[in-house]
């Protein structure tokens, strides 16, 4: 009768991005005009698509020379702070509105941990969020404008003005940087007779954690890291994000 996911009283996931998200609008624009093919007309270009094989590997090799600065770091958590608490993400999902009871949510903790740099040369920063659910797609909307307010093409106060009852237009952060890191079963622990209990978090020198940590960082952190050498989406979303940019600006409108 056991269900690890509704037994769990709260949930932590982790996003990791590459440091080259948090570069401004005119240093990622700078690089693609230096990169991309100017024979190629830009509405020609499909923006789920829009690079040749040749223009991706010169703007990883572009990209994968930046590392974040504390400005941006700064920024980035001042971002991510902003979530913490309840509040409605009616605008960070699909087909809901602020008056929908099930909007809100509750975000006990989002906080960035120390970069890292993998095997090619890229430096990632983990980003890891503590809440009670998440709506379909929250978590990676939720990144996209972080990322955007670090960067200058958004800010805190715009995020502020997304948890109102105006409709906003949020982008989606790529699917590859996101992954679930701990479900914490602490009402079902205190459960009479419930035996051994689910914890992975509480002694980091046990069996099980060190199992978990070295899986996580072996096996999923690295498949990521390895998918964008090979994929580049990330480099395909910054693009889309700047044209997304253009046109959004995050104007609230009435719903």
Not at 89 to 113: E, M, P, W
Not at 144 to 163: E, P, V, Y
Request: net charge negative.
């Amino acid at each position: 009768t056991f269900c690890a996911r509704t037994q769990r009283d709260k949930v932590r996931y982790q996003y990791i991005l590459p440091s080259f998200a948090l570069s401004s609008s005119e240093s990622v624009q700078e690089i693609f005009d230096k990169v991309m093919n100017k024979e190629i007309n830009e509405k020609e270009r499909n923006l789920k698509d829009p690079f040749t094989k040749e223009e991706k590997i010169a703007l990883q090799n572009e990209f994968r020379k930046i590392r974040v600065d504390t400005d941006a770091l700064d920024k980035l958590k001042e971002a991510l702070g902003t979530y913490e608490g309840t509040h409605k993400f009616h605008n960070y999902t699909s087909g809901k509105t602020f008056n929908d009871a099930n909007a809100s949510r509750y975000i006990l903790s989002f906080t960035v941990q120390d970069p890292v740099v993998d095997k090619h040369g890229m430096e990632w920063i983990p980003c890891q969020v503590v809440g009670q659910s998440f709506l379909l797609h929250q978590i990676r909307k939720m990144m996209s404008m972080a990322m955007d307010a670090a960067r200058g093409s958004s800010s805190t106060d715009i995020m502020k003005q997304s948890f109102t009852d105006k409709y906003m237009n949020v982008n989606t952060a790529p699917a590859q940087g996101l992954f679930l890191d701990m479900s914490y079963f602490e009402s079902f622990n205190r459960r009479p007779n419930a035996g051994d209990p689910l914890d992975w978090h509480s002694d980091p020198t046990s069996p099980a954690t060190q199992r978990w940590k070295e899986f996580k960082e072996g096996k999923v952190m690295t498949h990521i890291m390895d998918e964008e050498e090979r994929q580049g989406n990330f480099v395909d979303y910054l693009y889309t994000q700047e044209n997304h940019n253009k046109y959004a600006n995050y104007d609230a409108v009435d719903e």
